[in-house]
């Protein structure tokens, strides 16, 4: 079986570009692909919060319900802000194309950065968290974490290889169960708590936690602020939609941002109800122990099967929220690639129609992160959340600008045509101040989210990003060169480079290759010389004797031996042909015919000396030559 | 600074050809370069034999020096048959040669391939013998075992790879050291015994041993035969002047048979030397103790500088004894090569004249064996010494046919001139009785080695050497194929394939470097074929416009341009030109011209889709295509 075979079976049959879209989702699929990691935020958003205010005792802890507000309405916010960006860049893009048309290359690059850095983040962090709710069920399993998480990054990149259709039909079953599950929790917890329909009261806990600490002033609402940044957790991921408007079926603007509105209700239904629940069962994070949702989860229901059903799938969708990194890192890195901040590939769309190159990339890197890390997301979270907070940032304030542009839209510049006739949006004002306030929000939590874990870890995206936007920039500062060296803007056909006529053919001695190669350069030109470097004894006249064999196909062919006292035959050879391109024909192309036999069989070539492909090799790196293979093949054995 | 100046440095200048006799050695520098493993083997000889009679009881160990004569016998007789193999083959190839001239092509291969498995073994025992010296005096370098083998194996290498003469004056120090002081401990021990000069007699030890078994009949003739293979662990490495008598400065028979004389006076003088005295003064081996040479050496000199000389130089002349591997492996392998039965690339000769690959290619894989043996060398003695038992066979078995031979030899046969003038060589009866005597013993010893140790490991051996047979045929046939194809035998000029008058120019764009590629194309033919694969929408029509703005170059050219609904454009082009070369121009050689563009920065190569790269790759693969890449280079930055 050979390569293309193996793919074959592994991925499926190439798909035609003109199908393009049937591949497209709609939204129930969609909202699995992309609402899979905002939903699985639910599995610690909460203990975010309670896990910073304990230190100021469990009676703290009712602080909880009123900073998971705040979150939820951040939420509602940055998602107004996100349906606007929807409906005015409908191909999609997110941050990076409104940071680009509203806030300057620069901005858009270091938006651009951000995501990708945290879309490496939610892949490996997900993923592991994934492993270490395995890893708590089967402690047996704790010493093959890595390959574990390792494991679940292949599987997800294989599904998302077969296409973005198939891994959102197979993908679509946890998300929903985990959402249905823990929606079903909350609902029997609410009737349960106001004991509706007569049903027993909570049990509520009465474990009770001394504060570590009184703080008063600064240092508490610093605290405060603190547990709001954990909470905000919760947004990430939100922005996923706004980058892949252009995989939902038409009309994609709409489809999206009925899914964004779709998600944003479910998500921070499942919120604020683990809030509101949590908190008003008296339950206190314990370190290490059994995390708040399962507490919760367990006490509503006593234990039973829906606690069961809440728990395999809140590690199933833990392991799924990657599949949000998988669908936006490859479609962001193409725009990138698109505008030449990334290598060109990154745009190629493989057998399935899904940018192959950039999910592997993706599968790459995260792996590595994971081998690094040991697949504990401990270590990785204060990595986190940063580069999609900064994200937030930027495209709230772009979108702010764009709703104070007087009438400086064209039609055509492929935005929604209505905005196009007018001066300005309806309602600017208002959209404009929600999406001021929104950027200041989320960038105070980046500020305090970079700030509090910066000597943990946040450093190292701090460093990365920058670097990443350095990148981009001497990578499209290499296609700019290379777009103007091959430009034909200022091009003339007089411009083009004289063909010196001279083939100069380097044989190693008289054999059905290289006279093969002799009549075609025979063929192309008067001017042929055989070159051969004559390093044994008895060389030099062997060769004479057999030139001499073939007078015909020989006639006219300067044959020049040169007799060479070391064993690198390629030095002359290339001093030589040096000679002849710089000095002799300088500034024309001189032809090189490299006569080369080619052995069926892959570990034959180890049995010869490789000398034609060194020779070519260092050709190539000198101007204006062109080299010329001509092949002998040998046939296999029987 | 780039790999040349590295090399430069690492290795030195390089040597011209006709340097090549001064680089020759003398019976000095020959005798440190091709002894070591013979002298080195009196470390451990005279206790191998020792090893297996404790079992009898300390009572036993009188017949150390009975079967130690019995093994200096035996290298009498092989060293005598070496010599005249020597004399007759002054170009060297020992037991291969032999055996090719007198048994044939399968005893030939069969005494190379124990050869060369015994010579990497050589390699990872010495080195691994020498670390255990090494770890015995410093326990602490215990954990750091297998590094200090690899940097052994990695001086040695580096050493070999400098020049014969510069390794053979670097390693002449510590082989005459470690001689010269055992010969100094031995004349004192022999002063010591007889009591000449009023010298204090030798301190006996006084241990018994009980005997663990007593065996009668055949078990304890086996018992013996096992103590004297052990024994033959002396003859290890006697073979290796034979192999390299190309390396000795004229006369070089006479050079290297002297050099074997001396080798062999040295060798068994320490053996014999040391088999008296320790059984005289009563030694008893130690598992995992002090060594018999240590012991004895330790009461001779009562534990003096002298003492402390022979530790020293008994764990560097372990260490050296691999270099005997290193001068015999590369040698034997360039005989192999140039019959064509190992890689060709074996018989080069390197800067400094030296056969740099084979010196490359043992010392990686007497690496890998290391590391898989974690350089404990008792667990890779049961591989070791079989191979050259075998070659001492079939070496001696060779030259007794060859004393037979009545005048078959013929003048120019590479063989001592003396010899073509007569029928039968003087004295020829007593040479052949002597070689019949010594392949049979060699060849018991053999047979004992592998029974004895075949389940410990020697049958990695058993099995290595028939496998390696294998490989060389194999090659061997291969070369045999390749040579026929090329040949020029029954070759006449009306035999070449004709060239087809058309050029195909895959092209992707119009640009700079692909109107290069249509000006070359169109100098060669008249029929010029450009093909464009369009896959994306719009591309048809771009290719179209832009092809019509250099009319005067694209004129008579023929556009195809093929619109494509997958995106894996190599597959139509490889198809139109398979189409093209076995349809159209069936049996003729087709033109295909690939454009390229070479950024000039390595790194940037990873920016670029490597499609023509991979197309040259596909095509190279059929036959009768001709490839012409036609280079444009992008400049540099600034």
């Known amino acids: ?209 001394e504060a570590e600490r009184h703080l008063v002033g600064v240092a508490y609402v610093w605290l405060l602020l603190r547990a709001f940044a954990g909470g905000c957790t919760a947004l990430t991921g939100i922005e996923a939609i706004s980058n892949g408007v252009q995989a939902f079926k038409p009309p994609e603007s709409k489809n999206a941002a009925a899914t964004m509105v779709a998600m944003a209700v479910i998500a921070m239904s499942l919120f604020v109800g683990i809030s509101f629940l949590s908190t008003s069962m008296h339950l206190v994070p314990a370190e290490g122990g059994e995390s708040i949702l399962s507490q919760m989860t367990r006490r509503i229901t006593d234990g039973g099967v829906l606690y069961y059903w809440v728990q395999v799938f809140t590690a199933l969708i833990l392991f799924l929220a990657a599949n949000t990194g998988f669908q936006d890192f490859p479609r962001l890195s193409s725009f990138l690639a698109r505008d030449r901040f990334l290598p060109r590939w990154l745009q190629n769309r493989g057998d399935r129609l899904v940018y192959s190159s950039g999910i592997l990339v993706l599968a790459g890197i995260s792996s590595l992160i994971v081998v690094v890390f040991s697949a504990d997301e401990i270590a990785m979270l204060p990595l986190y959340a940063l580069g999609v907070m900064l994200s937030f940032t930027l495209s709230q304030a772009g979108m702010s600008r764009l709703m104070g542009k007087v009438g400086t839209l064209k039609p055509g510049e492929s935005r929604d045509t209505g905005v196009t006739h007018i001066h300005y949006e309806p309602h600017w004002r208002w959209k404009r101040l929600l999406n001021v306030v929104g950027a200041i929000t989320t960038g105070i939590v980046f500020v305090i989210l970079t700030a509090t874990k910066f000597v943990d870890g946040a450093w190292l995206v701090a460093l990365a990003i920058p670097l990443l936007v350095l990148l981009f920039h001497r990578i499209h500062r290499h296609y700019e060169l290379v777009a103007a060296a091959l430009s034909t803007e200022r091009f003339y056909e007089e411009n083009l480079t004289e063909i010196a ?100 069989d892959g570990p034959a070539r180890l049995l010869h000396n490789q000398t034609a492909s060194f020779l070519r090799r260092r050709l190539r790196s000198q101007e204006d030559i062109v080299i010329i293979e001509v092949p002998y093949h040998i046939p296999p054995p029987d």
């Open 501 to 600: 006529d001279v083939v100069i053919v380097p044989i190693s001695d008289i054999h059905r290759g290289t006279l093969r190669a002799l009549q075609y350069a025979k063929r192309i030109s008067k001017n042929v010389r055989a070159v051969c470097i004559a390093s044994r004894p008895g060389k030099h006249e062997r060769v004479e004797q057999r030139w001499a064999r073939f007078p015909r196909l020989t006639e006219g062919i300067d044959l020049r031996i040169i007799d060479y006292d070391y064993r690198d035959i390629l030095t002359p050879l290339v001093e030589y042909i040096e000679y002849v391109n710089t000095v002799e024909f300088k500034d024309c192309l001189t032809t090189i015919v490299i006569p080369e036999f080619i052995a069926q």
């Open 1 to 209: 079986m050979n390569f293309t075979e193996v793919k074959r079976v592994l991925i499926g049959a190439p798909f035609p570009t003109s199908r393009e879209i049937h591949e497209r989702l709609d939204r129930v699929r969609a909202l699995a692909v992309f609402a899979s990691d905002p939903i699985s935020s639910n599995a610690y958003a909460t203990e975010a919060i309670m896990s910073v205010l304990i230190v100021l005792g469990s009676g703290a802890l009712r602080l909880t319900l009123p900073l998971a507000l705040g979150v939820a309405s951040l939420v509602l916010l940055v998602v107004f802000s996100y349906i606007q960006t929807i409906l005015h860049y409908p191909d999609g893009g997110g941050a990076y194309t409104v940071a680009k048309d509203n806030l300057g290359r620069y901005a858009s690059l270091l938006a651009a950065a951000a995501l990708l850095t945290d879309y490496v983040l939610t892949v490996s962090v997900s993923v592991s968290a994934g492993v270490r709710a395995v890893t708590s069920a089967v402690p047996e399993a704790y010493d093959y974490r890595v390959f574990i998480a390792l494991g679940a990054i292949g599987f997800i990149t294989w599904m998302n290889l077969r296409g973005v259709r198939e891994s959102g039909t197979i993908f679509a079953l946890p998300t929903y169960a985990f959402a249905g599950g823990v929606l079903l929790v909350i609902a029997i917890g609410l009737v349960r708590h106001f004991e509706l329909l007569g049903a027993s009261p909570l049990p509520e806990a009465h474990e009770i936690v």
